[in-house]
T-cell receptor
Framework: SQKIEQNSEALNIQEGKTATLTCNYT??????LQWYRQDPGRGPVFLLL?????KEKRKERLKVTFDTTLKQSLFHITASQPADSATYLC???????????FGRGTSLIVHP | NAGVMQNPRHLVRRRGQEARLRCSPM?????VYWYRQLPEEGLKFMVY????????ESGMPKERFSAEFPKEGPSILRIQQVVRGDSAAYFC?????????????FGQGTRLTVV
């Protein structure tokens, strides 16, 4: 069966460090992978999209890598700030449907 | 340019009543997705609609749940004869036509509580 796995344990880091979140998937042939941020009581907010033929994407302090051989994406936030504390969701969509399917998300807590 | 608008934000229904959740997509967006989120769980896909068409409803329960996206007006997710297990946050997302941009924009959700 298709699975998207994100670490269920919260990631605690100190302000200024780089946060790295992992998204692993099985039985998917994704056309693209997305990362979203979700704050409590709010809807997810799109951050980055990376396509199957791309290895890396950057946006300001964010970096996403996509390894279709390992079936894994890494999401990095450099120079993290307490305001980066939130739950981060990865989502995959196959070329056939384009319907984003979400992982459970990983909670990031950045301590001042 | 207003974002995706969902209303109501909070909805309380007694068991057996009907719940109607509304979603107005972003201007120019013709694709709407509905997701359900339970506490400590991920977003579960329910249904994908385009104007006047249900494209994929594989995630929606066969009974009591229905969705529409009419030519005019918002998309509606309807839950008939609600039960306690329907209590959840329901999110709507919209996107432009496939091939132009695959980013999904989410609304703030409707939190349904069944008492």
């Amino acid at each position: 069966s298709q699975k998207i796995e994100q670490n269920s344990e919260a990631l605690n880091i100190q302000e200024g460090k780089t946060a790295t979140l992992t998204c692993n998937y099985t039985n998917y042939s994704p056309a693209y992978l997305q990362w979203y941020r979700q704050d409590p009581g709010r809807g997810p907010v799109f951050l980055l999209l990376i396509r199957e033929n791309e290895k890396e994407k950057r946006k300001e302090r964010l970096k996403v890598t996509f390894d279709t051989t390992l079936k894994q994406s890494l999401f990095h936030i450099t120079a993290s700030q307490p305001a980066d504390s939130a739950t981060y969701l990865c989502a995959l969509a196959s070329g056939g449907s384009y319907i984003p399917t979400f992982g459970r998300g990983t909670s990031l807590i950045v301590h001042p | 340019n207003a974002g995706v608008m969902q209303n109501p934000r909070h909805l309380v229904r007694r068991r057996g009543q009907e719940a109607r959740l509304r979603c107005s997509p972003m201007k120019g967006h013709s694709h709407v997705y509905w997701y359900r989120q339970l506490p400590e769980e991920g977003l579960k896909f329910m249904v994908y609609l385009q104007k006047e068409n249900i494209i994929d409803e594989s995630g929606m329960p066969k009974e009591r749940f229905s969705a529409e996206f009419p030519k005019e007006g918002p998309s509606i997710l309807r839950i008939q004869q609600v039960v306690r297990g329907d209590s959840a946050a329901y999110f709507c997302a919209s996107s432009p036509p496939t091939g132009t941009n695959t980013e999904a924009f989410f609304g703030q959700g409707t939190r349904l509580t069944v008492v």
